[in-house]
């Protein structure tokens, strides 16, 4: 009995997460949108990841937190800049990581 529950929980989940993600692949495969719409959507993967990111490097503890100790927020900053300017997400990951690393052992 365990073993169904089990498959039918995996079942579920994929068919929750397979649909939401077929159905406008299907509705929109033969269409043409159009150039604002184009235009805006391209705007979407940044905006998601800014409203997921964003809170991370700003809150501590449900307040502010611009000290020296935050290493996130202080090596956050060179890392935007570097993938503004390369469009390189590995070289962004790496000098932020990088950042990160070098500020603790150095200052913490």
Known sequence: ??????????VG??????IPRFVPVLALASRTLPEPLIRWLSYVP?????????PSLL???ASFDFSMENYFLWAAIPAFILAWRTKSFFGTVALGMGLVAAGRYFLG
């Open 46 to 54: 940044t905006a998601v990841l800014s409203a997921m990111l964003v």
């Open 13 to 18: 989940m994929t068919l929750v997460t397979y």
């Open 59 to 61: 809150l501590k503890d």
């Open 1 to 10: 009995m365990e073993e169904q529950i089990v498959l039918l929980t995996i």
